[in-house]
């Protein structure tokens, strides 16, 4: 099933998009795609279509429209970290894994010797085997948390 872009209702009445992608039998467990600095560009809507091939509901919303402080995790989180990150360096990322390692709902995978955008197919920084990893591991979570 194509996906498509959806206008989505905040609580405060506000609105803003998100691509949504469903699979072919019409509803899945869903995630949410985040998306990186460029917005819902083409690799954040193939995410999504690649997601809804494996069964799931795939939206990635517009996080730009407006920022919201003090989120806090209702659910399972997994995060995976470039170490060679330009974008976060070291101390940042020591930061994230003191801060959120010893959070039950949090899994957090780093790859060494792979810089930012490691599984973004084509990009730059691509590397099939830490991607092929990430992917994999992503794919383990959700059907182990969202089943």
Not at 82 to 87: H, P
Request: charged residues 15%.
């Amino acid at each position: 099933m194509p996906g498509k872009m959806i206008d989505i209702k905040a609580a405060d009445g506000g609105s803003f998009q998100g691509f949504l992608a469903t699979p072919d039998s019409g509803g899945g467990a869903g995630v949410i795609v985040l998306q990186e600095i460029f917005g819902i560009n083409y690799f954040m809507r193939e995410t999504c279509h690649r997601l809804a091939a494996q069964g799931y509901v795939a939206l990635c919303p517009d996080l730009f429209w407006r920022q919201e402080p003090a989120i806090e995790l209702s659910g399972p989180h997994m995060m995976h970290i470039a170490e060679l990150d330009q974008f976060v360096p070291p101390e940042a990322q020591t930061a994230i894994k003191d801060g959120l390692g010893g959070n039950a709902k949090v899994t957090i995978h780093s790859y060494a010797n792979v810089d930012h955008a490691f599984a973004r197919t084509g990009g730059e920084h691509f590397d099939a085997a830490s991607a092929t990893q990430a992917n994999t591991r992503t794919a383990e979570f959700f059907a182990q948390h969202l089943a």
